[in-house]
Structures are given as structure tokens and as C-alpha cells.
């Protein structure tokens, strides 16, 4: 492995080398970098990753190996187009672990390269944006010009290569080693007392949970379902999922909130905020580097409280676009961009972070039970 060769080409020309790991593949996409700590294969397999080379700004990626029940897409796949790290560690060593890194990312055909000087590269993506990258080990010339050819994420519908062909219905809540007992006892689902659509944009299989442990019976929809399918299913509130690519870029999925709102309690998380954002007439745009990573500042405007959160975006809504019908409740601390929105009239709100963490600080986890009261 250490005779291999690989570099990672930034479609600007810039160069980094590195060794390959995971399968031998030639990896396109937008090189975006997430400042988490810990959860690697979460970031793996989250939906929202899909069309991205991601770089880990942790220094020692692979420790603890992976484990199926860690994995947070639905479908188990692994979504992220390729992966750069700094080390890759050669001992997985973790007694939940049944692969190593290098052979998940193998199995699953994704690219991965070891050796990167990831604060470079990551200071480079900082001042300069996100951009199209290539991995492989061709020569360094032959990436930069497939990177400079891979599609640019505006513009790019990438709901449609992660939402589900059929419906689907989940009842597993969080129960478990990873969730946190409340005082005095073990942790505990609520009684269910609430139907709720999630319509799935790329959702993450702990949303799903955190919604049945708030006491809802999930079904989730593809993207595509009509407003009026969903409104046959006779649910008391529809869930707007995260998922992948540019807002704007899903004209089908704005069209059926836009139909929704106002019928029934609605509640998104990240894209889902984005789309709602749309429905109600906003407009989002490119952040030059986008937010991710466990670790980012968000403030509740509607009771000044500071919650550390776990993000994952590369768009934003516009705030001076929306109506005043719209009101603003959570902003970044780092920027002031828009992290939450409400419309009471319309029993709507959505967040641009991700409550549901895994991996993350379990801060926001109010808001599951925000939306099942507004059920009712």
C-alpha cells in the first residue's frame, strides 16, 4: 500500500498527493470538509454526502471500525462520492467493530485517500470555496481535467438518486447502547398517538427514530409522492427530510409543500428547511464552504439559548427573501445565515441543522417534541 500512489486534484489545479485506500477507484465530486470529531461512518452513509468528496479535518480517521448499526442511510450504502483523510488508522480496534475502514470502503466501491495534508487542503477549500475534486492515482493533469468536467452542484437534483422507489413504514426508536437514559430510569419511546409522513429527500435513519420516539408511526414516502397520495394516508403531520444537492434544483418537491402547507402541521430538517423556505416564495443560494461538522453555533432567537448543533449543508435560505408571514427563530453564530424559520399560521417550522445528531450533541431534540404537540 505504501508503493501506491494517488492524488486528490481540485478542478482550480491544485494538487494534493496521498495513498489509496478502499476501492481503487477514480472519485468525482464537490470536495466540501466537515469539522467533526468523531462519527465517520455516519458521515459515510448520510444521504445528504451524496455527490461529495469529503474531507475529514480529524487527524486519525478508522479507529473504532464500522458496524452495521451505525450506518444512518436507510438502505445501508455508503452515499459520499469519495473520502480524504490525514491518517488512516491500522488498527480498528472497538469491540462493536466488524470491518475495518478500508474494507467498507472497498465493499461499497467508494475511493478513499490517506496521507493528505487535510489542514492544506482544508484552509485551501476555506478561502477558495468548495469545488469539484477528483481522486485516483492518474496522473495529476488527467484529475484536475475530469474534476473541471464532473457536474456542478448548482443546479443539481440529487434527491432523485437517494429518495426511496417505494413507500415505507418504520417503527424502531433509538433504543439502545447510544441513547442517553433519562434521569431515574432507561430510556423510553412514547406512546404513539400520531401518524406522520416523512417524505424522503435522503432521509437519515436517526430522524426517523427520534420521530417514533416522540411518539409518532412513520410513513415514508419517495419524493415524488403527490400531495394529494400523501393526504390520502390520512396522516396528522407531514416530516420534510434532509437530502442532498440544490434546493432550487427540486421544483417537483417545492410544488408539493407548497400544496401541503397549511393543511396539515409540517416540520423539515435541512433541506426539508430549504424547500419550505422555497414553498413560502424565498429563495436560497451557495454558501462558498457550507456548514458541517458536530460542533456548530446556533441560537434560538425565541429563547436566547445557544445550542451546539450537527450540521451538514452546502445552500441556505435567503432570509431578506422570505415573507413576512415567515419568521426567523434559530441564526448561525458564525454568520448570521438562517438556521430555523416558523410560520404559526400555518403550523409550519423547519431547522437547517440536524436535531437528530448521530453523530452530534443531542441539544435540539426538543423540537421532536414541538412538532408532535402541534399535532395536537
Known amino acids: 500500500m505504501d508503493a501506491e500512489r494517488a492524488y486528490i486534484a481540485l478542478a482550480d489545479g491544485t494538487v494534493f498527493p496521498g495513498r489509496p485506500f478502499g476501492a481503487r477507484e477514480l472519485a468525482t465530486g464537490e470536495a466540501v470538509f466537515t469539522t467533526t470529531m468523531t462519527g465517520y461512518q455516519e458521515v459515510l452513509t448520510d444521504p445528504s454526502y451524496s455527490g461529495q468528496i469529503v474531507v475529514m479535518t480529524a487527524s486519525e480517521i478508522g479507529n473504532v471500525g464500522v458496524n452495521a448499526d451505525d450506518a444512518e442511510s436507510v438502505d445501508g450504502r455508503v452515499h459520499v462520492a469519495g473520502f480524504?483523510?490525514?491518517?488512516?488508522?491500522?488498527?480498528?480496534?472497538?469491540?462493536?467493530?466488524e470491518e475495518s475502514l478500508d474494507a467498507y470502503l472497498a465493499r461499497h466501491g467508494k475511493a478513499g485517500i490517506t496521507g493528505v495534508d487535510t489542514r492544506k487542503l482544508t484552509r485551501h477549500l476555506r478561502d477558495h470555496g468548495s469545488q469539484n475534486a477528483a481522486i485516483g492515482t492518474e496522473a495529476p493533469e488527467v484529475l484536475i481535467r475530469r474534476a473541471r468536467e464532473a457536474p456542478d452542484m448548482n443546479g443539481l437534483d440529487l434527491v432523485e438518486v437517494v429518495t426511496p422507489r417505494e413507500p415505507y413504514s418504520w417503527t424502531e426508536g433509538r433504543g439502545g447502547w447510544n441513547v442517553p437514559p433519562p434521569e431515574g430510569g432507561a430510556a423510553k419511546a412514547k406512546d404513539i398517538k400520531h401518524h406522520v409522513v416523512a417524505i424522503d429527500y435522503g432521509i437519515k435513519k436517526n430522524i426517523l427514530r427520534c420521530l417514533v420516539d416522540a411518539g409518532c408511526r412513520v410513513t415514508a414516502v419517495p419524493a415524488r409522492t403527490k400531495a394529494s397520495e400523501i393526504l390520502a394516508l390520512k396522516p396528522?403531520?407531514?416530516?420534510?427530510?434532509?437530502?442532498?444537492g440544490d434546493p432550487a434544483a427540486v421544483g417537483y418537491a417545492v410544488a408539493t409543500v407548497r400544496e401541503l402547507a397549511g393543511k396539515l402541521p409540517i416540520f423539515g430538517i435541512c433541506l426539508g428547511h430549504q424547500l419550505l423556505g422555497l414553498a413560502l416564495g424565498g429563495k436560497t443560494y451557495k454558501l462558498k464552504f457550507g456548514h458541517r461538522g458536530a460542533n456548530q453555533p446556533v441560537k434560538d432567537l425565541t429563547t436566547g439559548r445557544i445550542e451546539i448543533t450537527t450540521q451538514n449543508h452546502g445552500f441556505c435560505v435567503d432570509l431578506d427573501s422570505l415573507p413576512s408571514r415567515a419568521q426567523r427563530t434559530h441564526i448561525?453564530?458564525?454568520?448570521?445565515?438562517?438556521?430555523?424559520?416558523?410560520?404559526?399560521?400555518?403550523?409550519?417550522?423547519?431547522?437547517?441543522?440536524?436535531?437528530?445528531?448521530?453523530?452530534?450533541?443531542?441539544?435540539?431534540?426538543?423540537?421532536?417534541?414541538?412538532?408532535?404537540?402541534?399535532?395536537?
Open 84 to 97: 480524504v483523510v490525514r491518517d488512516l488508522s491500522p488498527i480498528a480496534s472497538n469491540w462493536r467493530s
Open 236 to 244: 396528522d403531520g407531514i416530516f420534510l427530510s434532509n437530502g442532498p
Open 332 to 376: 448561525h453564530l458564525n454568520d448570521g445565515t438562517s438556521e430555523g424559520l416558523a410560520v404559526p399560521e400555518l403550523r409550519a417550522f423547519s431547522v437547517q441543522y440536524h436535531p437528530e445528531a448521530a453523530a452530534g450533541p443531542h441539544d435540539s431534540m426538543y423540537l421532536f417534541d414541538r412538532f408532535t404537540q402541534s399535532m395536537g
